[in-house]
């Protein structure tokens, strides 16, 4: 009995488009670690008015290239500890 092997007929896997995120540095103070504040606009349901809600989030900046006050972009990433889970990108 001659066994022979499956052909594989599904589509090649595409990579998955990650998330990212502009805001600017509030804090350079840790190592490898930078924070960054995003701001997004919501309309409120009720009294239909803009609000803005911030969002920080710590992500990892190996040698800490990025200072307080500058625009970083950042992107998703494993986890990379507690409270790490987005790396500086630009």
Known sequence: ?????????????VAKK?????????????????VVIIERHIKHPVY????TRKTRIMAHDPGNTKK??????????RPISKHKAFKVIV
């Open 1 to 13: 009995m001659i066994f022979m092997k499956e052909q594989d007929t599904t589509e090649p896997q």
């Open 18 to 34: 990650r998330q990212t995120f502009s805001g600017i540095v509030v804090s350079d103070k840790m190592k490898d670690t930078s």
């Open 48 to 51: 239909q008015k803009f609000m």
């Open 68 to 77: 307080i006050g500058e625009k970083a972009i950042i992107e998703a990433c």
